[in-house]
């Protein structure tokens, strides 16, 4: 069946660059998607990635899928206090509709 | 723009009770998506609804079910409680576009949280 993985947390200083990695083992899915969720609240969609793209920035994020291996990375740069939260990766086939399978969740942790 | 709403926020009940949550998307949505959150399975996908007709469903019982309404609004009803429902349950509402090369945005609300005891 589908499975996304993540890390379960991530440490980092305050103006440092965050990346948050991620794999999936359905090579169906077409859309990659990086929610955020901060305690007591749902889920934000940060942004998404079409499988045919390798890459994609929006202004301090920025994504990488390696396609070949499975993997997707979230890249946060100048790490603030405010990007504390839990980063969910996400996979769909049908672009969204069809349920998405979201891995585990990565805590990031801004350390002063 | 209004975004997804969700009621109620928070929610006891006892094993054996039945449990109803209502979501309503955002004003154009006619998608309406449902997942549980645990801590244990993490965010699971229950179903979809499109224009009042469950169109995806997900891995779970039928215990769990849901309804959309004319006007997009949708329900979701847990029969025969169990304690392991004790979960976080996210709305979400999109446009409701479904194919490989279509985009279909999730918007998500801010989730009722149910407690079994």
């Known amino acids: 069946g589908e499975d996304v993985e993540q890390s379960l947390f991530l440490s980092v200083r305050e103006g440092d660059s965050s990346v948050i990695n991620c794999t999936y083992t359905?090579?169906?899915?077409?859309?990659l998607y990086w929610y955020k969720q901060e305690p007591g609240a749902g889920l934000q969609l940060l942004t998404y990635?079409?499988?045919?793209?390798d890459m994609k920035q929006d202004q301090r994020l920025t994504v990488l899928l390696n396609k070949k291996d499975k993997h997707l990375s979230l890249r946060i740069a100048d790490t603030q206090t405010g990007d504390s939260a839990i980063y969910f990766c996400a996979e769909s086939i049908l672009g969204g509709a069809d349920g998405l399978t979201f891995g585990k969740g990565t805590h990031l942790i801004i350390q002063p | 723009k209004a975004g997804v709403t969700q009621t109620p926020r928070y929610l006891i009940k006892t094993r054996g009770q039945q449990v109803t949550l209502s979501c309503s998307p955002i004003?154009?949505?006619?998608?309406v998506s449902w997942y549980q959150q645990t801590p244990g399975q993490g965010l699971q996908f229950l179903f979809e609804?499109?224009?009042?007709?469950?169109?995806n469903k997900g891995n779970f019982p039928g215990r769990f079910s849901g309804r959309q309404f004319s006007n997009s609004r949708s329900e979701m009803n847990v029969s025969t409680l169990e304690l392991g429902d004790s979960a976080l349950y996210l709305c979400a509402s999109s446009l409701g576009g479904q194919g490989v090369g279509t985009t279909d945005t999730q918007y998500f609300g801010p989730g009722t949280r149910l407690t079994v005891l």
């Open positions: 359905d090579s169906s899915s077409t859309y």
């Open positions: 004003s154009g949505h006619r998608s």
């Open positions: 609804y499109f224009s009042e007709t469950q169109r």
């Open positions: 990635i079409f499988s045919n793209m």
